[in-house]
């Protein structure tokens, strides 16, 4: 079911950004296949400049931040941002993500390891 997820949102990032909290969620996401239009909030904006900026070229965007407090704070609020700017957030596929994997791992560094060990798990005798 979390490649059903993965499968999603490289379909997704065709038209919409994929919003992470960091390069390190970028670069794991890459190494699941998921290379385009993965965008990380970083540092040096506000969140809500970060929205605007992100408006100017998209009507929706996906959020997926980390499962963990904080990335919980940080969905709410790009939410809220991206949305007084105009865009359509997506946080669906966050939300299956934390549901599947939430007693394992919390954070999208961590899912491509995960997913490996789920494989190698469904592939044992």
């Known amino acids: 079911m979390i490649l059903e997820v993965v ?3 490289e379909h997704m990032s065709d038209g919409a950004p994929i919003v992470v ?5 970028v670069e794991a996401l890459k190494r699941m296949g ?9 540092k040096g904006l506000t969140v809500f400049a970060f929205c605007e900026k992100l408006a100017l070229g ?7 931040t980390d499962w963990d407090r904080k ?7 790009l939410k809220d941002a991206l949305e007084a ?9 966050r ?3 934390v549901i599947l994997a939430k007693k394992d791992i919390k954070d999208i560094e961590s899912l491509p390891k995960y997913v490996r060990r789920l494989g190698e798990m469904a592939n044992r005798p």
């Open 7 to 9: 499968d999603e949102l």
């Open 21 to 25: 909290e960091g390069l390190k969620d």
């Open 34 to 42: 998921i290379k385009r239009n993965v965008v990380s909030l970083g």
């Open 58 to 64: 998209s009507g929706s965007a996906v959020i997926l």
């Open 71 to 77: 990335g919980g704070k940080l969905a709410r609020m």
């Open 85 to 93: 700017n105009g865009v359509k957030a997506n946080l669906d596929l």
């Open 95 to 97: 939300a299956r993500l």
